[in-house]
């Protein structure tokens, strides 16, 4: 096992960063006081390939590798959450269910230009009375001839206003025995009759960012929108959450990185009772805690992504990673703004925004009780992988190869 990161990495690590601190960080606290970022950033993220940095070069992508987007949502979110966010919804939850799923019309006609960034896409799983319990998804897809009508809302979506289209999950079944049994996902444009959508403002956390709702009233789709088969809307989300709660782990990881970063600049400057305040033994073990935080993270994260690049199902150990890393990132802005004392508490410094925006990731793509649940589900053996008609295609990614076809890889079953 080499643990040391390959050239392109570092190549990827530096060319986000560099993005990162230009052109985020020195505009970042004015985003999060007015709640909206420059949308001149996307396009940017776009033109840079940071958009489509894990899609094979045919469908329009980077053609790195899985841990190349790890390495990118770290450096993403060592500046701020908010366009993390973006990669995870867009990249880890739509782009990659694409490849995994998508016919080779459907890869045309959205996964080429999300790769490229031309094309903006989102992800509406959550509704107003269904969050960790996805059984109890409300929203409807009727048969009408040919097409589909959704009906439905969803509610918490990042890029809610700003994505051209969304994965959307509704269910066809409603007398299916397992009422997970009864969902089925779609691609739905954001701009069909019957769509509407808005933002949620007054976020504790990552306010530079989109989150809203999407609405849908008897909008109609042709059955060619349908992503894979009737009844395998649950499969198909379950492990577009493998993609997305992966760059959330490393994007926390990041977050953590940040956190002690910061605490370290402050704590060499500022001094108490005579001295440097980094000479205090109880401001050294929170120091500590970071650091091991922070490399207990990374080992996690960058374990799933090599088993994403080896073709291997991960759904334990990314669960495991987004739940370890964003706990501790968490952890660690409430350290770091104690560091910091009353100065953290004002947003001139950016502890306070980490703290802020660490607190949601607890919720999203699973909160940490679910993924606790996992976990023990996962060591007493009441839980165990299934086999997905699709698996997400390994790196280096088979060239010529329809994107989505069956990958069994070598995953545990």
């Not at 089925?184 to 949620?200: N, S």
């Not at 609405?215 to 809307?233: F, I, K, N, S, T």
Request: charged share 25%; hydrophobic share 40%; proline share 3%.
């Amino acid at each position: 096992m080499n643990l040391e990161l390959m050239e392109e990495h570092r190549r990827v690590q530096s060319m986000v960063r560099e993005f990162a601190l230009r052109e985020v960080a020195p505009h970042i606290r004015e985003w999060d006081r007015r709640q909206a970022m420059d949308p001149a950033i996307l396009r940017r993220m776009g033109e840079l390939g940071i958009l489509g940095i894990s899609l094979p070069v045919e469908v329009g992508g980077q053609g790195m590798d899985y841990i190349s987007l790890g390495l990118a949502c770290e450096e993403l979110e060592a500046v701020d959450t908010s366009l993390r966010v973006v990669m995870s919804v867009h990249h880890g939850l739509n782009s990659l269910g694409l490849l995994q799923w998508a016919t080779e019309e459907q890869v045309r006609a959205y996964l080429v230009p999300q790769a490229r960034g031309e094309k903006l896409a989102g992800f509406c799983l959550t509704e107003p009375g269904a969050g960790s319990d996805v059984a109890a998804l409300a929203s409807s897809a009727k048969r009408s001839g040919s097409d589909y009508v959704l009906n439905g809302e969803k509610m918490w979506i990042s890029l809610a206003t700003r994505a051209d289209h969304f994965l959307w999950f509704a269910r066809t079944d409603s007398e299916a025995a397992d009422p997970h049994d009864g969902l089925t996902a779609f691609v739905l444009e954001a701009d069909r009759p019957g769509v509407t959508r808005g933002d949620i403002h007054g976020k504790l956390g990552i306010r530079a960012g989109s989150t809203g709702w999407v609405h849908c009233q008897d909008v109609r789709l042709p059955a060619a929108c349908r992503l894979g088969e009737e009844g395998e809307g649950f499969r198909i989300a379950m492990s577009c959450l493998d993609g997305g709660r992966y760059t959330v782990a490393a994007g926390a990881t990041g977050l953590i990185r940040a956190c002690l970063e910061a605490s370290l600049r402050y704590a060499d400057q500022r001094q108490a009772f005579g001295r440097s305040v980094s000479q205090f033994q109880l401001l050294q073990h929170k120091i500590a805690g970071m650091v091991r935080d922070y490399e207990t993270s990374r080992l996690l994260y960058l374990r799933a992504g090599w088993m994403k690049n080896a073709g291997q199902r991960n759904t334990r150990e990314t669960s495991l990673a987004k739940w370890v890393a964003t706990e501790a990132s968490f952890a660690a802005a409430s350290e770091a703004l104690q560091i910091h004392g009353a100065y953290g508490y004002s947003d001139e410094y950016d502890v306070e925004r980490y703290l802020r925006n660490a607190r949601g990731a607890m919720l999203y793509e699973g909160t940490s009780e679910i993924h606790e649940l996992l976990q023990a589900g996962y060591a007493l053996g009441t839980r165990h992988d299934t086999p997905l008609r699709r698996e997400l295609p390994g790196f280096p990614f088979e060239s010529g190869r329809e994107p989505g076809a069956a990958h069994r890889g070598d995953g545990r079953r």
